[in-house]
């Protein structure tokens, strides 16, 4: 197949990592090019249930090599647990199927304590962090002021490196937060019990993929959380600190000559949100509840119960625009089946004004949602393989998603298992 990026349309959530293990069936490499450990992808195969955070979804397959590009926030701590989860149920990784960016920047463990202080610091106006140190490994990295992966194969190099940064990032765990200081012994006892287990999967993923591509390898690019998490195009400013969308792939992942020839952006047929700011579609109360519960709506992650609304047109609308997306998977069909009358929000009231447009984040806090009601089905669709199968209100809804958000449905999820898919 062609280079395809899989990515997420709207705050994440969405369902990417079964479209990744579905689809890796087609592909020869899969490469996750961007974020940390802060979100999972939920994969249910033959060998069980799985939450990744770092590894790509593509690690289940026998002969599908898995790559975490240089855009990565590579935490050797949390990779090794999951690497260790991941093989205790069945699954072999070894260098051969999964290769580590020398050019992807080490998560330290100083950027989990300040991601903590920063979100105490901020108290009721914080951005609703997940924890993991995103926000200042990307600030770090943006102030060249990380260890690279490929630093772990030049010990006396690393030494002087880290006791750099020591210094300099005690100044402000100290200074500022009034926080202990971290030692040199502390770190020193990290990079021994985790990054030296993460070593022999280093190499020049970069070389790899260009070598895969004169070979006519096809490559499966996965993003993690979604369009409207974007640190450019997102909901500034409670996004993520990478670039989510699929013009980022060919850099994050080592490839930047790379050409992504489909962008498959996957959508729930509802809308979830973990964090915090604005959700205009956001339901409230028991009706939130009951959605919450049909679909088991917790993060992979942190468990927190995910806010809950109806589909959003005017999100997935400018999250289709903003990844380029050429088709759509969409997720989750069957949760909605319980409804009678399934909520959509079509538009925004802002200013006393409807539009279709996603406004600027500034205006989302003001804006309210313009509903409209279409008929459920009232029934299992679990077992739907064919189009044809589905009652003809499911069709209807999606048909209706399809033309408002102006881009083909190729896929629709009926079930979290591999094969509980329909292709259009």
């Known amino acids: 197949m062609a280079n395809t990026a899989i990515v997420g349309i709207n705050w994440g959530d969405e369902g990417k990592g079964r479209m990744v293990d579905l689809l890796t069936e087609k592909f020869d490499i899969v490469v996750r090019y961007q974020g940390g450990g802060n979100a999972g992808h939920t994969v249910i195969n033959e060998r069980g249930k799985f939450a990744l955070h770092l590894l790509p979804s593509g690690i289940f397959r026998e002969g599908v090599v898995n790559i975490l590009g240089n855009g990565v926030a590579l935490d050797p701590e949390n990779l090794w647990a999951e690497i260790q989860d991941v093989t205790a149920k069945g699954v072999t990784i070894t260098p051969e199927n999964l290769k580590i960016s020398d050019r992807a920047s080490l998560l330290l463990p100083w950027h989990r304590v300040l991601d903590g202080l920063e979100e105490a610091r ?32 030049h010990p006396e190099h690393l030494k002087a490196h880290l006791q750099e940064l020591l210094e300099w990032k005690n100044l402000t765990l100290v200074g500022v937060y009034g926080a202990a200081p971290v030692t040199m012994a502390e770190l020193t006892a990290w990079v021994d019990t985790y990054c030296e287990k993460i070593k022999p999967f280093l190499c020049d993923t970069g070389a790899y993929l260009r070598q895969a ?155 309210k949602p313009v509903m409209e009601y279409m008929p459920g089905w009232n029934c299992d669709i679990s077992g739907a393989r064919r189009w044809e199968e589905l009652p003809e209100a499911a069709r209807s809804y999606v048909e209706f998603i399809e033309e408002k958000i102006g881009c083909h449905i190729g896929f629709v999820s009926v079930g979290p298992e591999r094969d509980s898919i329909i292709i259009r």
């Open 122 to 153: 901020l108290a009721d106006k914080k951005f609703g962090s997940t924890k993991q140190g995103i926000a200042p490994f990307y600030s770090d990295k943006y102030q060249k002021k990380t260890v690279l992966a490929g630093e772990l194969l």
């Open 213 to 367: 591509q004169a070979e006519g390898k096809s490559i499966l690019f996965e993003a993690q959380l979604g369009a409207l998490r974007d640190l450019d195009f997102g909901i500034h400013p409670y996004t993520t600190s990478s670039n989510a969308i699929a013009a980022y792939a060919p850099v994050g992942s080592g490839f930047p000559g790379a050409r992504i020839d489909e962008v498959v952006g996957v959508v729930k047929a509802y809308s979830t949100c973990v964090g915090e700011g604005p959700f205009v579609c956001e339901l409230f109360g028991k009706e939130a509840d009951v959605l919450r519960e049909a679909g088991q709506e917790y993060g992979a992650k942190t468990g927190r119960p995910r806010r809950v609304g109806p589909i959003d047109i005017p999100a997935t609308r400018y999250g289709v625009q903003v990844q380029s997306a050429t088709n759509i998977a969409l997720t989750k069909l069957d949760v909605l089946s319980y409804l009678e009358t399934i909520p959509v929000c079509t538009r925004y009231l802002v200013d006393g004004q409807e539009t279709d447009q996603f406004p600027f984040p500034t205006l989302l806090e003001q804006a």
